[in-house]
């Protein structure tokens, strides 16, 4: 178990439909990790958060936006969903904390996202 | 722009048989090299951290080494529940600190 939850774990929904996604962090993380992993696709870097305010953006569509709140936890928001946005959704912490400090992710289990 | 790369796409070997996934990258300062193994439908199991050229970790059957350039992740005599796609990635030494991930090697490994 790494610490990292996300729920759903499994969500089915109509092309055209919002959705949010859930992440909170392990303990004490200050950074949160979206990805996006298709079928046989390596991770996509959507978007990361540090301390509640957006530190980096991947190739994350204009559909999708994500906020981190005060207790740290973190939402990924998906819009006007298509088929092609069916994937496993994955969120990651880390401490973050600065130079010469571990600063590994640890992943949840994921949320896998199937529109229909 | 940061990159990554993983070599082969897919390796099948014997059980006991050794052999070396390679990572190469292209980053603009290193803040960070990571190992993760993901098995189907699971999230990414961390693995290793290497900050530094030269620098190298081990852990049961695996080892990871370093170079300016590349990553090696080395497996001694695996076994079939090694069986998974080994995932490499890199952080940039900025304030924007994103992970960046290669496209993963596919290890199989027969009984």
């Known amino acids: 178990d790494s610490g990292v939850t996300q729920t759903p774990k499994h969500l089915i929904t109509a092309t055209g439909q919002r959705v949010t996604l859930r992440c909170s962090p392990r303990s004490g993380d200050l950074s949160v990790y979206w990805y996006q992993q298709s079928l046989d696709q390596g991770l996509q870097f959507l978007i990361q958060y540090y301390n509640g305010e957006e530190r980096a953006k991947g190739n994350i569509l204009e559909r999708f936006s994500a906020q981190q709140f005060p207790d740290l936890h973190s939402e990924l928001n998906l819009s006007s969903l298509e088929l092609g946005d069916s994937a496993l959704y994955f969120c990651?912490?880390?401490?973050?904390?600065?130079?010469?400090?571990?600063?590994?992710?640890?992943f949840g289990q994921g949320t896998r996202l199937t529109v229909v | 722009e940061d990159q990554v790369t993983q070599s082969p796409e897919a390796l099948r070997l014997q059980e006991g048989e050794s052999s070396s996934l390679n990572c190469s990258y292209t980053?603009?300062?290193?803040?960070?090299l990571f190992w993760y193994r993901q098995d189907p439908g699971k999230g990414p199991e961390f693995l290793f951290t290497l900050y530094s050229a030269g620098e190298e970790k081990e852990k049961e059957r695996l080892k990871a080494t370093l170079t300016k350039k590349e990553s090696f992740l080395h497996i001694t005599a695996p076994k079939p529940e090694d069986s998974a796609t080994y995932l490499c990635a890199v952080q940039a030494n900025s304030s924007a600190s994103k992970i960046i991930f290669g496209s993963g090697t596919r290890l199989s490994i027969r009984p």
């Open positions: 990651a912490s880390s401490p973050d904390l600065g130079q010469d400090v571990n600063t590994e992710a640890f």
């Open positions: 980053v603009s300062g290193l803040r960070g």
